[in-house]
């Protein structure tokens, strides 16, 4: 995003299963975040509705979406231009496909 936007350096663009699900990602990321890396929350919106909630971190825009409002609002479609980095993490074998 740094070489597209002057609104962040990253997106992180997730989503859940539920709002109440997209509301527990979003509160278990902000520990690790603000201990583990120094990062402050400046701002989050979304949080009482659930469907949406965008977290800004300054460098790095958080967005966890439902599934149908990640697919309406396409922010993958909008922001093309930047560059997509796939994070490398091990699926738990509890989610692995049969």
């Known amino acids: 995003m740094k ?3 002057i609104i ?7 989503n859940g299963t539920s709002r109440i699900h997209n509301k527990a990602i979003a509160n ?3 520990m690790p975040l603000k201990y583990d890396y120094e990062m402050d929350q400046k ?11 965008l ?3 300054g ?6 979406f439902l599934d149908n409002l990640r697919a309406y609002y396409n922010l993958e479609e909008l922001w093309k231009d930047g560059e997509i980095i796939k994070p490398e993490f091990q699926e738990p074998d509890l989610l692995k496909k049969q």
Not at 8 to 14: E, G, L, P, Q, V
Not at 43 to 53: N, P
């Open 59 to 64: 460098t790095i825009v958080i967005h966890i």
């Open 55 to 57: 977290i800004d971190y």
């Open 43 to 53: 701002k989050i919106q979304g949080k009482q509705d659930g469907g949406w909630l």
């Open 8 to 14: 962040c350096d990253y997106f992180i663009i997730a």
């Open 28 to 30: 278990y990321l902000e």
């Open 3 to 5: 070489d597209v936007s």
